[in-house]
């Protein structure tokens, strides 16, 4: 199975949304936003260089607790990075380590669709607060567009009680709430996804339960 996560808008914690999903699973993780990569590099051949054809997908792959294939954060990898090199690459990963949870770029950039046409299907993040749901929407649309079955809505750094039931609604697409938590936040930076470092958390259970929800998309 091949995930994409998507978000319309920034900063909404899209990339520690997929961290810790590939925790969950578990999962391969691939950052493929080229031009603003989140999640750890570390050493080794990173997504510039396989979509540059320097190095093999698989090969690539590296991490713990979370496996991951990170991409390059120079401006010169990015502008060498063939994306139509991308859906090969993903299913190369694929085929050898199981699922994939491709961490996509924000927004409605010509290289987010890439990931979400070769997927199986996918998950929206979105901040909780009303504004944010309008690009929600849009990235939905893209899905819709691409054939990316929308499997869930994830809001994200939840206070309160969230609006998930006008979200369900608009969205047309279970609502999973991930709690505000500094946990998930440092969960990236510490190497420390949250459903290993504090398993009892609310912030555990929503990204369990996505994981629930995701698992149901896997293809026969």
Known sequence: MILAVAGGKGGVGKSTVAYNLGAALPAVVVDADLGMADLPRGRGPDLHDVLAGRADPVEAVRGSPVRLLPCGRSLAGARAADVTAL??????????????????????RADAGVPLAVADCCVVVASPRPFALADAVRTRALARELDAGLVGVVLNRTVDEPPVDAVERTLG?????VP?????????????PVVVAAP?????????????????????
Not at 93 to 104: A, K, L, P, S, T
Not at 173 to 177: D, G, I, K, N, S
Not at 207 to 219: D, G, H, K, T, Y
């Open 87 to 108: 859906a090969d690459a993903l299913r190369a990963v694929e085929r050898e380590c199981g699922d994939v949870v491709v961490d996509c770029p924000a927004g409605m």
């Open 200 to 220: 009892e958390s609310r912030a555990a259970a929503g990204i369990e339960a996505l994981s629930r929800a995701v698992q149901s998309c896997r293809p026969a």
């Open 173 to 177: 697409a279970p609502v999973t709430t």
């Open 180 to 192: 505000a938590d500094p946990r998930v936040a440092a969960s990236v930076a510490d190497r420390a």
